[in-house]
């Protein structure tokens, strides 16, 4: 059988999905940012919210996902994603709202409208790509970098009495009276990417049937700001990040 | 099962993750040549045992890959 006879005569397994548009992605080669993208574009098309979803833009890497995903897009003030997610669901309770943040913009500059927005039980979803580092600006240290991780700014590793301990946002939101559904996935392998996809899939139902507020945390690497290849990078937020960030569901309330 | 694999090379940013992720080798980076961006883009180098699984596709975060099967008749 011959390549031109399976591609035009065989079914199509996968291809990019439709809402994923042709700009080339500013993301670093191996950026698990674009995995994600892909999943959120699939998960909107599988639901047919195309025309219905209103996604709102952190600052940070994914400052320019806008590009990338052909839905309504706002682009919030450092930080604000939830507090601006939760007045477009407001005002539009029928839209599919969801926010796209990475640690440094959810989990240090934003900590409190998240929590709040969280805890206000709006009915949004909070996409959270934790790497552990600000890879934007070039890899400081972000609340979530781990204890001896080494990053720009603390050369030797994190330690206790100098920085404090790393943040665990999804285990907070998991004791919030608000949220709906948290979880921790990640997107290193093809079961892995599947959970994460049937994840996002989860919280974004849940946020349309208005069951309350839902963080799906994406455990992922930054290769740039941790200096290492792809390879390498997934090999280490494995055997570093993960004990740290245990994955799996935190809380569901939903299925009740 | 056959399987074809359609790269959007152009796109492609080498960052090899479907060459680990392909469970028969089928994908390897270019050794010489490179795309109007640099970077070493993936090709398939051994088609005829690739079997349409899109291992491949599914972990590419720039959504280069095409994944197309065919059963033997």
Same mark, same amino acid.
């Given at each position: 059988?011959?390549?031109?006879?399976?591609?035009?005569?065989?079914?199509?397994?996968?291809?990019?999905?439709?809402?994923?548009?042709?700009?080339?992605? !500013?993301?670093?080669?191996?950026?698990?940012?674009?995995?994600?993208?892909?999943?959120?574009?699939?998960?909107?098309?599988?639901?047919?919210?195309?025309?219905?979803?209103?996604?709102?833009?952190?600052?940070?890497?994914?400052?320019?996902?806008?590009? =990338?995903?052909?839905?309504?897009?706002?682009?919030?003030?450092?930080?604000?994603?939830?507090?601006?997610?939760?007045?477009?669901?407001?005002?539009?309770?029928?839209?599919?709202?969801?926010?796209?943040?990475?640690?440094?913009?959810?989990?240090?500059?934003?900590?409190?409208?998240?929590? !709040?927005?969280?805890?206000?039980?709006?009915?949004?979803?909070?996409?959270? %790509?934790?790497?552990?580092?600000?890879?934007?600006?070039? /890899?400081?240290?972000?609340?979530?970098?781990? @204890?001896?991780?080494?990053?720009?700014?603390?050369? =030797?590793?994190?330690?206790?009495?100098? !920085?404090?301990?790393?943040? *665990?946002?999804?285990?907070?939101?998991?004791?919030?009276? /608000?949220?709906?559904?948290?979880?921790?996935?990640?997107?290193?392998?093809?079961?892995?990417?599947?959970?994460? *996809?049937?994840?996002?899939?989860?919280?974004?139902? #849940?946020?349309?049937?208005?069951?309350?507020?839902?963080?799906?945390?994406?455990?992922?690497?930054?290769?740039?700001?941790?200096?290492?290849?792809?390879?390498?990078?997934?090999?280490?937020?494995?055997?570093?990040?993960?004990?740290? #960030?245990? @994955?799996?569901?935190?809380?569901?309330? /939903?299925?009740? | 099962?056959?399987?074809?694999?359609?790269?959007?090379?152009?796109?492609?940013?080498?960052?090899?993750?479907?060459?680990?992720?392909?469970?028969?080798?089928?994908?390897?980076?270019?050794?010489?040549?490179?795309?109007?961006?640099?970077?070493? =883009?993936?090709?398939?180098? *051994?088609?005829?045992?690739?079997?349409?699984?899109?291992?491949?596709? %599914?972990?590419?975060?720039?959504?280069?890959?095409?994944?197309?099967?065919?059963?033997?008749?």
């Amino acid at each position: 059988m011959t390549r031109e006879e399976i591609i035009n005569t065989g079914e199509l397994v996968y291809k990019k999905p439709e809402l994923l548009n042709e700009t080339p992605m !500013h993301y670093c080669p191996g950026c698990p940012h674009g995995t994600v993208h892909k999943l959120v574009a699939e998960v909107i098309d599988d639901m047919g919210m195309r025309d219905k979803t209103i996604a709102v833009s952190p600052v940070g890497c994914s400052v320019f996902a806008y590009r =990338y995903i052909d839905v309504d897009w706002e682009e919030a003030a450092h930080g604000r994603a939830p507090a601006l997610a939760s007045a477009i669901k407001r005002l539009w309770p029928d839209r599919l709202v969801f926010t796209y943040q990475g640690d440094g913009d959810l989990a240090c500059i934003g900590t409190a409208e998240t929590i !709040h927005a969280l805890n206000r039980k709006e009915n949004i979803t909070i996409i959270f %790509i934790n790497n552990a580092i600000y890879g934007m600006t070039g /890899g400081q240290m972000a609340p979530t970098t781990l @204890l001896g991780q080494k990053t720009v700014t603390c050369p =030797y590793g994190r330690e206790v009495a100098l !920085h404090g301990y790393p943040l *665990k946002i999804a285990d907070i939101a998991a004791i919030l009276p /608000g949220t709906c559904y948290v979880t921790r996935q990640t997107v290193h392998t093809v079961p892995a990417i599947r959970k994460a *996809k049937a994840a996002i899939r989860k919280a974004f139902e #849940y946020s349309l049937q208005g069951k309350g507020s839902n963080l799906v945390e994406i455990v992922s690497t930054c290769n740039s700001g941790w200096k290492m290849s792809p390879e390498k990078s997934f090999k280490w937020m494995e055997e570093n990040m993960v004990p740290f #960030y245990p @994955l799996g569901d935190l809380k569901d309330t /939903g299925k009740e | 099962m056959h399987g074809a694999v359609v790269v959007d090379t152009e796109r492609c940013k080498g960052c090899n993750l479907c060459v680990l992720a392909c469970p028969l080798g089928v994908l390897e980076l270019t050794p010489k040549t490179v795309n109007t961006k640099g970077y070493h =883009y993936t090709h398939p180098v *051994k088609e005829d045992i690739c079997i349409g699984c899109a291992s491949c596709a %599914i972990v590419c975060p720039d959504g280069c890959i095409t994944v197309y099967r065919k059963k033997e008749e």
